[in-house]
C-alpha cells in the first residue's frame, strides 16, 4: 500500500553515465515533484508537473529531464552524470485543494553516488 | 518571495526533556507552514501543519506547533522527548494550494537524544 514509491533506492555509477530514477504513485494526487537533497539535508525543488504538464522548472542542468507519462508517473532521467549529481532525490506528490494546502508526500528517496 | 528560517541546526536534548525547535518564515502574503520529519535513511513524512483556525497545531507522536504571524513564526514542541524522535526536522511553508505554489524547506534542524 506504498504511497509514492521510487526506485532504485540507491544507485552507483561513474561519471558520464546515464541513469534513470523511476517514481509513481498511487494516491490520485494531481501533482507530482521531483526534489533534492544535498550532503548537507538541504532540500531544493527541482520539477513539478501537473497531470503531465510541467509546471515548475527550477534553473536545473538540462542534463536532468523529468518525464510525466501519465499523472500517477514522475521519472527522471540524467544524463552525462557528474560528481556533483551526487545526492538524494525524493519524488514526492500532492493534490491541489485549499482543504489539503499542497501537502506534500514523499518517498523513500533514491541515493545517487556518482565516482 | 517567501522565506523560512530554521535557528538551529543541532539541538541536543536529554531523553523525556522537553524540546523546542524553532522556526521563522518571511512572506508577503498569506502562508500555509509545515513541519516534517527525517529519520535516518528514510523519506520525509509530515509531522503537522498549518492551515487556517486554531494556530495551535497538534501533529503525530505527540509534537505540537504554534502559528504566531506577528512574530512570523511556526516553532515545533514536544514536552517529552524519547530517543526513537531522534531525527532531521524540516519546517516549509507555500503561499499556495494549486500546483504552481512552490514549497519552500528551511535548512534542517537535527535532533539528537541523549539518554
Known amino acids: 500500500d506504498t504511497a509514492v514509491s521510487q526506485t532504485p533506492k540507491y544507485l552507483v555509477t561513474q561519471m558520464g553515465n546515464d541513469k534513470s530514477i523511476k517514481c509513481e504513485q498511487n494516491?490520485?494526487?494531481?501533482?507530482m515533484y521531483w526534489y533534492k537533497q544535498d550532503s548537507k539535508k538541504f532540500l531544493k525543488i527541482m520539477f513539478s508537473?501537473?497531470?503531465?504538464?510541467?509546471?515548475i522548472n527550477e534553473t536545473v542542468p538540462n542534463r536532468f529531464s523529468p518525464k510525466s507519462p501519465d499523472k500517477a508517473h514522475l521519472n527522471l532521467h540524467i544524463n552525462s552524470l557528474e560528481l556533483g549529481d551526487s545526492a538524494v532525490y525524493f519524488c514526492a506528490s500532492s493534490h491541489d485543494d485549499r482543504g489539503s494546502g499542497n501537502t506534500i508526500y514523499f518517498g523513500e528517496g533514491s541515493w545517487l553516488t556518482v565516482v | 518571495a517567501q522565506s523560512v528560517t530554521q535557528l538551529d541546526s543541532q539541538v541536543p536534548v536529554f531523553e523525556e526533556a522537553p524540546v523546542e525547535l524553532r522556526c521563522n518564515y518571511s512572506?508577503?502574503?498569506?502562508?500555509?507552514l509545515f513541519w516534517y520529519v527525517q529519520y535516518p535513511n528514510q523519506g520525509l513524512q509530515l509531522l503537522l501543519k498549518?492551515?487556517?483556525?486554531?494556530?495551535l497545531v497538534k501533529g503525530i507522536n505527540g509534537f505540537e506547533a504554534e502559528f504566531n504571524k506577528s512574530q512570523t513564526s511556526f516553532h515545533l514542541r514536544k514536552p517529552s522527548v524519547h530517543i526513537s524522535d531522534t531525527a532531521e526536522y524540516f519546517c516549509a511553508v507555500s503561499t499556495g494550494y494549486s500546483s504552481a505554489s512552490k514549497i519552500i524547506f528551511g535548512s534542517g534542524t537535527r535532533l539528537s537524544i541523549r539518554p
Open positions: 494516491l490520485g494526487h494531481d501533482t
Open positions: 508537473y501537473n497531470n503531465k504538464e510541467l509546471i
Open positions: 512572506s508577503s502574503v498569506s502562508v500555509y
Open positions: 498549518y492551515l487556517s483556525g486554531s494556530t
